[in-house]
């Protein structure tokens, strides 16, 4: 079955610390990948996303991601986090044939000390 | 503000009753998607419209619910007859379709938090 798998609920980190957050995806093909972020009380915001090329894509915020076939794996990453950071963070995708409909993962809330 | 709105932010109703929520999308966007996302999970797809045709339904819009675009703009989502599992956020989402086969980024209204009594 076709599903997204985001194995941490919780993560906590110091701020400054670098970041790595895990996303598996099961899928025969290569889906189109997407990094969301979720704040309390706002819309779910696009970080960054992934088609084809190169397997290492810029987002926003000083966010990059990783797709590695082999691994079905898409992890987002950040060299120095910020306080500003704490959030909900969603992996998604886009199954190809599927149409255009998300499917996300269950979400990692990112907790950051001071 | 161009962004995609909901209305009503927040909705608290007993069970029995009937509710509809509302989405703007971008005004250009000719594709809407409606969303539910239960606490702790990420969000599931209900259901999708190009233009005023609702393309697909997930398995997860029982009878209950009923989405509609008539004009091909603004959406209206009802759930009739709410029971306490419906309580959750309702997002929408709205995007610029270019073409079948093609994908454009979704832009995600604020939601609308449901509570059912």
């Known amino acids: 079955a076709q599903s997204v798998t985001q194995p941490d609920i919780h993560i906590t980190v110091s701020e400054g610390a670098s970041l790595e957050l895990r996303c598996n995806y099961s899928?025969?093909?290569?889906?189109?990948l997407f990094w969301y972020v979720q704040s309390p009380g706002q819309g779910l915001q696009l970080l960054l996303k992934?088609?084809?090329?190169?397997?290492l894509v810029q987002g926003i915020k000083g966010f990059e991601a990783e797709f590695k076939r082999s691994q079905s794996s898409f992890n987002l990453r950040k060299p120095s986090v910020h306080w500003s950071d704490a959030a909900e963070y969603f992996c998604?995708?886009?199954?190809?044939?599927?149409?255009?409909?998300?499917?996300f993962g269950g979400g990692t809330r990112l907790m950051v000390k001071p | 503000d161009t962004g995609v709105s909901q209305d009503p932010r927040h909705k608290i109703t007993k069970r029995g009753q009937n509710v509809t929520f509302r989405c703007d999308p971008i005004?250009?966007?000719?594709?809407l998607y409606w969303y539910r996302q239960t606490l702790g999970q990420g969000p599931e797809f209900l259901t999708y419209?190009?233009?005023?045709?609702?393309?697909?339904k997930s398995r997860l819009l029982s009878d209950r619910f009923s989405a509609e675009r008539p004009k091909g703009s603004f959406s209206t989502l009802e759930i009739q007859r709410t029971e306490q599992g419906d309580s959750a956020m309702y997002l929408c989402?709205?995007?610029?379709?270019?073409?079948?086969?093609?994908?454009?980024?979704?832009?995600f209204g604020p939601g609308t938090r449901l509570t059912v009594l």
């Open positions: 989402a709205s995007s610029l379709g270019t073409g079948s086969g093609s994908y454009n980024e979704q832009f």
């Open positions: 899928y025969g093909a290569t889906p189109y």
């Open positions: 992934y088609f084809s090329g190169d397997t």
């Open positions: 998604a995708v886009v199954f190809n044939n599927a149409g255009n409909m998300l499917t």
């Open positions: 005004s250009e966007h000719n594709r």
């Open positions: 419209f190009q233009n005023e045709a609702q393309l697909e």
